[in-house]
């Protein structure tokens, strides 16, 4: 049985939890395919940059359970995921992931609506009369 990597990424409110395995480069994403999930070009240069970078593509399967967020956020936070996992295996490719800003959790988050108030910060218009 091939070792499997398990980590975990996010982003805004989507989670990325993947299990990677030594083999071709197959990526199975919720049940499809990576072409198939990700239909834009960008998105899916996003989730292979990791693999790019270190010069690994092609040689680990990628399983993945996506949730939460838009389609954006789940793609950086499978970013993450991965580069995550290519430094558990292999702690050399650490300074070059790090380096890139690939294993740096983005804290940002939507701020939440707070009462009395349109919307965060938004307030309701003023009326003189």
């Given at each position: 049985?091939?070792?499997?990597?398990?980590?975990?990424?996010?982003?805004?409110?989507?989670?990325?939890r993947l299990y990677m395995?030594?083999?071709?480069?197959?990526?199975?994403?919720?049940?499809?395919?990576?072409?198939?999930?990700?239909?834009?070009?960008?998105?899916?240069?996003?989730?292979?940059?990791?693999?790019?970078?270190?010069?690994?593509?092609?040689?680990?399967?990628?399983?993945?359970?996506?949730?939460?967020?838009?389609?954006?956020?789940?793609?950086?936070?499978?970013?993450?995921?991965?580069?995550?996992?290519?430094?558990?295996?292999?702690?050399?490719?650490?300074?070059?992931?790090?380096?890139?800003?690939?294993?740096?959790?983005?804290?940002?988050?939507?701020?939440?609506?707070?009462?009395?108030?349109?919307?965060?910060?938004?307030?309701?218009?003023?009326?003189?009369?």
């Amino acid at each position: 049985m091939a070792e499997v990597t398990n980590t975990l990424g996010r982003r805004k409110t989507a989670v990325a939890r993947l299990y990677m395995t030594p083999g071709n480069g197959a990526y199975l994403i919720n049940g499809r395919t990576l072409e198939d999930y990700f239909p834009s070009e960008i998105l899916r240069i996003i989730v292979n940059q990791p693999f790019a970078l270190t010069k690994t593509e092609g040689s680990y399967d990628v399983k993945v359970n996506l949730d939460g967020g838009g389609i954006k956020g789940q793609a950086e936070a499978l970013r993450l995921a991965i580069s995550r996992a290519l430094q558990e295996i292999d702690a050399e490719r650490r300074p070059a992931l790090k380096k890139e800003g690939f294993l740096t959790r983005d804290p940002r988050m939507v701020e939440r609506k707070k009462p009395g108030r349109k919307k965060a910060r938004r307030k309701f218009q003023f009326s003189k009369r």
